[in-house]
């Protein structure tokens, strides 16, 4: 048992290191973004990564496994997070359509990474976005989640196109977004 314990010790401060990794790969490119980018602290959960906020949740073999596989992902789910932060898509009305939302925030956040061509943060996810962004930004602009919002809100879509909408944009599970204060 104990030796469970320490392998997943070492294990969290590696992944911790990541996190922290990806941070300053991040703080050297986008520098007027220190305050937002430094803003998390590092908190171990079950799950994938999630903000509320203030904390960082991360699941330790998930960012583990996605360095492994993907450097750039990390880099790419990190700012993903933030920019959800700094467009304050957290701070939602109790009567929105959760799953159309977070849809129009995952669009809007992951079409701001693209338009920063930030060469750390290109993973494969972003190849899986070429052609619904094209197709979106001749339709919304700008591209914004309160736009995407009301446009998917008007086309009502079922929940398996939103689902099928979503699955390259996703990066961060935000339930979090919904939790009282």
């Given at each position: 048992?104990?030796d469970?314990?320490?392998?997943?010790?070492?294990?969290?401060?590696l992944?911790?290191?990541?996190?922290?990794?990806?941070?300053n790969t991040?703080?050297?490119?986008?520098?007027f973004l220190?305050?937002?980018?430094?803003?998390?602290?590092?908190t171990?959960?079950?799950?994938?990564?999630?903000?509320?906020?203030q904390?960082?949740?991360?699941d330790?073999?998930?960012?583990?496994s996605?360095?492994?596989?993907?450097?750039g992902?990390?880099?790419?789910?990190?700012?993903?997070?933030?920019l959800?932060?700094?467009?304050r898509?957290?701070?939602?009305s109790a009567?929105?359509?959760?799953?159309?939302?977070?849809?129009?925030?995952d669009i809007?956040?992951?079409?701001?990474?693209?338009d920063?061509?930030l060469?750390?943060?290109?993973?494969?996810?972003?190849y899986?976005?070429?052609e619904?962004?094209?197709?979106?930004?001749?339709?919304?602009?700008?591209?914004?989640?309160?736009?995407?919002?009301?446009y998917f809100?008007?086309?009502?879509?079922?929940?398996d196109?939103?689902?099928?909408?979503r699955e390259?944009?996703?990066?961060?599970d935000?339930?979090?977004?919904y939790?009282?204060?």
């Amino acid at each position: 048992m104990e030796d469970h314990v320490e392998k997943f010790r070492q294990a969290d401060a590696l992944a911790q290191n990541i996190l922290r990794l990806t941070r300053n790969t991040l703080l050297v490119n986008l520098r007027f973004l220190d305050l937002a980018l430094s803003q998390f602290q590092l908190t171990s959960y079950p799950g994938t990564l999630a903000t509320d906020g203030q904390h960082l949740f991360y699941d330790t073999y998930y960012v583990l496994s996605m360095y492994k596989r993907e450097r750039g992902r990390n880099v790419r789910d990190y700012l993903h997070i933030v920019l959800h932060c700094v467009f304050r898509h957290l701070f939602t009305s109790a009567n929105i359509d959760r799953r159309c939302w977070d849809l129009a925030c995952d669009i809007a956040v992951e079409s701001a990474i693209e338009d920063l061509h930030l060469e750390s943060a290109a993973c494969n996810r972003a190849y899986a976005q070429e052609e619904t962004l094209k197709e979106l930004r001749s339709q919304v602009r700008p591209l914004t989640a309160e736009k995407l919002y009301r446009y998917f809100l008007d086309r009502q879509l079922s929940d398996d196109q939103m689902a099928r909408l979503r699955e390259p944009f996703l990066a961060d599970d935000h339930r979090a977004w919904y939790l009282p204060v």
